[in-house]
């Protein structure tokens, strides 16, 4: 089965500085790729997904952006961080409609 | 526009007790339904999922879910709940012919000694 790395584990960072998380995924090819990010009391809100190299769709309009460069590579990155971007970040892979594999997260704080 | 309504946002409930947990979806199409467990710091392990078949799925560890398609429902038993169920609890919805998974707010369960 599916296994997703991600890194780091947490991570502080001041405002106004760059971001970038990267996800991996090992036992899969050509898989779709999703990044969540989770609020407390908000559940988990989709920010965008990947359905090939290339191939990203924002669900919401933010101060991030994410690329994927190669078929089991996910970045997400951000020019400047805002207090508000501080959360616990999720990556994701699944194929067609089954269910999708998480990562352990990066809970990111902005100060 | 699919989307999911998870009512009860904490579950206090003692050991050995029966729990459900609600899940409502609201969707046009057909829908594949998910419920994903999660631990204080780690990312989502699946715990059922219902893509077609038999309504009622069940889990390893005791749990069961069942498919109501007239109530747009997927709420999650368990007839006899243990501490370290204690957990958030997140139910998920795929539309088919999408890839997107939409999840609830998320029920906080926690276990009573």
């Known amino acids: 089965s599916q296994t997703i790395h991600q890194w780091p584990a947490t991570l502080v960072q001041p405002v106004g500085s760059p971001l970038s998380l990267e996800c991996t995924v090992e036992?899969?090819?050509?898989?779709?790729l999703y990044w969540y990010r989770q609020a407390a009391g908000r559940g988990l809100q989709l920010l965008f997904y990947s359905v090939g190299i290339g191939q990203i769709s924002s669900e919401v309009p933010q101060n991030l952006s994410a690329s994927r460069p190669q078929d089991r590579q996910f970045i997400l990155s951000s020019k400047k961080l805002l207090l508000s971007d501080s959360g616990f970040y999720l990556c994701a892979c699944g194929q067609g409609n089954t269910e999708a594999f998480f990562g352990q997260g990066t809970r990111l704080t902005v100060v | 526009a699919q989307s999911v309504t998870q009512l009860d946002s904490q579950v206090p409930v003692f050991e050995e007790a029966p729990v459900e947990l609600r899940c409502n979806y609201s969707s046009s199409v057909s829908v594949y339904l998910f419920w994903y467990v999660q631990y204080p710091n780690q990312g989502l392990q699946l715990l059922l999922k219902y893509l077609s078949g038999s309504t009622l799925v069940e889990s390893i560890n005791g749990f069961e879910a069942e498919f109501n398609k007239s109530q747009t429902s997927f709420h999650l038993r368990k007839p006899s709940v243990h501490i370290s169920d204690t957990a958030e609890y997140f139910c998920?919805?795929?539309?088919?012919?999408?890839?997107?998974?939409?999840f609830g707010t998320g029920t906080r369960l926690k276990v009573l000694a």
């Open positions: 036992g899969t090819s050509n898989p779709n």
């Open positions: 998920a919805v795929s539309e088919t012919g999408t890839y997107k998974y939409i």
